[in-house]
């Protein structure tokens, strides 16, 4: 797992997190609009870097700090992609519009559990090896 923290002074001001998906992964057998071929989902435990959360604290956003996390925490990452999800709802559309902008692209809807909110799952295939851009 890997985890940046964003500070302002002492004060956390946002965070990010994720790791690579092992191979009994059920992160693509819950997405539910769309079937990918067999090929796709297979995981090693290197493949996929997920990225589980992504947040920036109300008072410090719009200031390119989401930006620097994700950008931080894929620094290094040996992975051929990077896979995250997003809410659909109207209060996420800048979250949304930003991966949308580094690159991710929409390929269905997750429902992650039972009684679970449905997520928008988005994919952004990395070079190889990736090394961020700073």
Known sequence: M??????DGHETVGFTYGYFLLPETRWWHNLQ???????????DGH?????????????WRRRGIAAGLHTQLLDGV???????????????DPARNAYLAWGYRMIGTSH???????????????????????
């Open 47 to 59: 493949r996929s870097f997920a990225i589980i959360e992504l947040a920036v604290r109300k008072a």
């Open 2 to 7: 890997r985890l940046v923290i964003a500070q």
């Open 78 to 92: 040996d992975a051929e992609r990077v896979t995250l999800t997003v809410r659909p709802e109207p209060e996420a």
């Open 33 to 43: 609009d769309v079937t990918l071929p067999e090929e796709y989902i297979r995981e």
């Open 112 to 134: 992650p559990w039972k009684d679970a909110p449905l997520y928008e799952c988005m994919v952004r295939e990395l070079p190889k090896p990736y090394r961020a851009l700073t």
